[in-house]
C-alpha cells in the first residue's frame, strides 16, 4: 500500500482557517472537509447516493445498522455510503492519512500562499481500491479545473478600489490630504489618521489613491505612511482593498500519480451498486449538489462594479445597490435559492484573479432553475457572452474527466 502524490500549485491563496477563524497556519482537515464535498458532487453526478455527515439521520452509518440486534458490523452491505467507504464514519475510520508537504517533503504548517507549491500526499491505512484511487483523481481534477478548494471561496470579486478594508466613502480629502473618515473597530487605520504615503508615493486626494490601488488585487501587501491622530507618523504593512473580496482556493494540478485512472462506466458501476451501499437515505434537500447540476464558465468572473451596479448580485436575484446589497430584488423561490442566507451558500461562485484561473460556476436545481434559466441570467451581464461555447455542463465536464482515461 504505497503512498501517492500530487502536486499542485495555488494559484491563490488558500484558506484553511483554525478554530478562532484565522489564516496564518494550514489546518488539514479544511482541506479534506473540501476535498470530501467535491468527491460527493462527483459521486452523484455519476449516479451514486452520498451522506451529508453534517445531518443527523442522514450522515452514515444507518441509525438501524447501529441496532445491536441487526448483527450487522462496518464490513456488512448497507453499513455505509460509498463516499464514507473512503473518508470514514462512525465505526469505519478513513482510508488513508493526508500530508500536505512542501516541495522538499517537509510538512507545511503555515498558510499556502498564491504561487507556493506544495503536495497533498495521500498515505493508505487500509488498502483502497482502485475505483477509489481513480474518484480521489477526478475529484482533484475537477477542482483544479472548474472549481475551488478550501474556505471563503463565496468571497465575490469587486471592480471598486479600497485600502486596509476601507473604501473611497471612508475617506476625506477636502482639506488637501486623505483622511480616514469612518472605520470600523479593529482595522489598522482609524477616525482622524492621514495617510501620507502608498508604497513610497506621496498622496494628497482620493483620486491620487485611486491612480496607485485600481490596478492591485484585493488582498495584496502595501506599505503605508500614516499619520495618527496625536500627530505620530507610522509605516504600516497593509493590504490594497477589501479582504472580503479576495480570490481564494484556485489551485492547478502540476503533476498525478501513475496509474490512477480509469473509464466513466467503471466509475459509474462502481458508485451505484446498491449490493455494496448504503443508499436508504433521503437526500432531497442537498441532492442539487451534483455534477449532473454543476455549471462553469471559464474566463469570466462577476462583481461588484460601483455603489449601484454589481453583476454578481444581479445574477442571484439581490439589489444591485451597495446598501441593500442583501436583500433580493424580488422575493422567488429562484432569487432565494441562488441568493442563500445566513447558514446556507449562495449557488454561484466567481473568481476575478489570476487571469489564467478566472472562473465562474455554480449550480441549478432541477425543477426550480435549469441550465437555460442560468444561461439568460448570464447572458443579462455579459453582453458578449456566447452560452453554446462558454457555458460547460457537469455532463459535459464529466466527459472530459474520464475521456483520457477511456482512451487509453
Known amino acids: 500500500m504505497k503512498p501517492r502524490e500530487f502536486k499542485l500549485k495555488a494559484l491563490t491563496h488558500i484558506w484553511t482557517g483554525d478554530s478562532e477563524g484565522k489564516a496564518d497556519r494550514l489546518v488539514p482537515t479544511g482541506l479534506m472537509g473540501s476535498l470530501r464535498w467535491w468527491f460527493e458532487v462527483l459521486v452523484r453526478g455519476l449516479g451514486g447516493k452520498a451522506c451529508d455527515p453534517t445531518v443527523d439521520g442522514v450522515r452514515c452509518p444507518d441509525k438501524d445498522v447501529r441496532c445491536p440486534d441487526k448483527n450487522k458490523n462496518p464490513h456488512d452491505p448497507g453499513h455505509h455510503c460509498v463516499v464514507c467507504e473512503l473518508f470514514g464514519c462512525t465505526g469505519w475510520a478513513r482510508k488513508f492519512r493526508l500530508m500536505v508537504l512542501d516541495e522538499n517533503g517537509r510538512v507545511i504548517q503555515s498558510q499556502i500562499q498564491a504561487g507556493q507549491t506544495f503536495i497533498l500526499r495521500f498515505i493508505p491505512l487500509r488498502p483502497i481500491a482502485p475505483e477509489e484511487w481513480c474518484l480521489l483523481d477526478a475529484t482533484l481534477r475537477l477542482i483544479a479545473d472548474y472549481g475551488a478548494i478550501g474556505g471563503k471561496t463565496v468571497f465575490k470579486p469587486s471592480e471598486e478600489w479600497g485600502i486596509a478594508d476601507l473604501g473611497a466613502d471612508d475617506l476625506d480629502d477636502s ?234
Open 175 to 408: 482639506s488637501g490630504q486623505v483622511k480616514v473618515q469612518h472605520s470600523r473597530r479593529g482595522l489598522p487605520l482609524q477616525r482622524s489618521d492621514v495617510i501620507l504615503e502608498v508604497e513610497e508615493t506621496p498622496v494628497a486626494s482620493k483620486s491620487d489613491l485611486e491612480r496607485l490601488l485600481e490596478r492591485k488585487y484585493h488582498g495584496e501587501p502595501l506599505k503605508i505612511r500614516v499619520q495618527r491622530s496625536n500627530g505620530t507618523v507610522e509605516e504600516l504593512q497593509l493590504w490594497a482593498g477589501k479582504r472580503h473580496h479576495q480570490d481564494f482556493g484556485l489551485v492547478t494540478i502540476e503533476q498525478r500519480p501513475e496509474g490512477v485512472g480509469c473509464g466513466r462506466e467503471v466509475a459509474e458501476a462502481y458508485v451505484a451498486d446498491k449490493s455494496r451501499w448504503r443508499t436508504n437515505f433521503d437526500d432531497t434537500s442537498f441532492l442539487w449538489a451534483s455534477l449532473q447540476n454543476f455549471w462553469c464558465v471559464k474566463g469570466r468572473y462577476l462583481a461588484r462594479q460601483n455603489f449601484n451596479r454589481s453583476s454578481f448580485n444581479r445574477v442571484i436575484g439581490r439589489h444591485m445597490r451597495k446598501d441593500r446589497g442583501q436583500e433580493l430584488f424580488q422575493n422567488t423561490d429562484i432569487n432565494r435559492w441562488l441568493a442563500g442566507r445566513q447558514q446556507e451558500s449562495k449557488k454561484v461562485f466567481s473568481f476575478k484573479r489570476p487571469e489564467e484561473g478566472r472562473r465562474t460556476f455554480g449550480f441549478v436545481k432541477p425543477g426550480l432553475v435549469d441550465f437555460i434559466k442560468m444561461k439568460r441570467r448570464l447572458g443579462q451581464v455579459w453582453p458578449d457572452f456566447q452560452p453554446e461555447r462558454e457555458f460547460q455542463t457537469g455532463e459535459q465536464i464529466l466527459n472530459e474527466l474520464f475521456q483520457q482515461e477511456e482512451g487509453q
